[in-house]
C-alpha cells in the first residue's frame, strides 16, 4: 500500500499567496484551483479534476466541486464584515 504525504504548510502558503496577490474573484478562483489540482490532487494520483461551476441535484449552483467537497469562491474583502459571512453561509 502506498503513502502519499501532502505538505500542508506548502498548501495553505500557496492559497493565501493566491488570495493575496488576486485582485478580483475569478483570479482567485483560477489560481486557488490550480493549487488544488498541482498540490492536492496531482500527487495523490487523482487525475479527473474539479467541475466548475456546476449545478447540483438540488438545483444550487456552486463554483467549484471536486468529489464531494464544494469550493464557493468569494472576491477580496467580499467576507469582511459578519453579514457577508452569514449570507455565504447561507448560500453553502
Known sequence: MSYFQLNVDEIVNAFKESVRRASNEAEIKQWVSECIENLILKPLGITQYGHYEYTLVSGARVDALYGHVIVEYK???????????????ERL
Not at 75 to 89: E, N, Q, T, W, Y
Open 75 to 89: 472576491a477580496p474583502g467580499k467576507l469582511s464584515s459578519m453579514p457577508d459571512i452569514v449570507k455565504a453561509k
